[in-house]
């Protein structure tokens, strides 16, 4: 058997507030989840997300500390439309998440900002760049 991509898994140090932020990117997470140390929900296509408190990640792995600095690892996130990644990033930066890159046109095409959940970690907002409406 060939392994296969089934979860990605994050450790929060406060899974009401990460769910929070999830559930405002359309994350499909049960309201009384918040209180759980381990939470799943299903994605498009079968994938899994999961999050635990670092309480539950000491319980097997007692030598374990959250990694220092951070940027190495970063969920992204598919929008319809340029506008929808400035309004997303205008929304979550209103409500308080820390937002690390305002929206950009990146030279590979797309529309493209960065926003920190509740631990720091970078999530990104993207959707591929409309082509320029020719002159009249």
Same mark, same amino acid.
Request: include cysteine.
């Given at each position: 058997m060939t392994p296969r991509l089934d979860m990605i898994g994050l450790v929060v140090s406060d899974m009401a507030a990460s769910l929070a932020f999830y559930r405002r990117l359309g994350l499909d997470v049960p309201a009384d989840a918040d209180g759980q140390p381990h939470v799943e929900a299903a994605l498009p296509g079968g994938l899994r997300i999961a999050w635990d408190t670092?309480? *539950? *990640? &000491?319980? #097997?792995d007692p030598s374990w500390?959250?990694?220092a600095g951070? !940027? &190495?690892?970063?969920?992204? #996130?598919l929008c319809d439309s340029s506008a929808e990644v400035d309004a997303l990033y205008a929304e979550l930066t209103q409500a308080?998440?820390?937002?690390?890159?305002?929206?950009?046109d990146a030279f590979w095409g797309q529309r493209y900002a960065v926003v920190l959940d509740p631990d !720091?970690?970078?999530v990104?907002? #993207?959707? +591929?760049?409309? +082509?320029a409406e020719p002159a009249a």
């Open positions: 670092e309480a *539950v *990640v &000491r319980s #097997f500390s959250g990694p951070g !940027g &190495r690892q970063e969920l992204a #996130f308080g998440y820390e937002g690390h890159l305002e929206p950009w !720091g970690c970078g990104s907002l #993207f959707a +591929p760049t409309e +082509p």
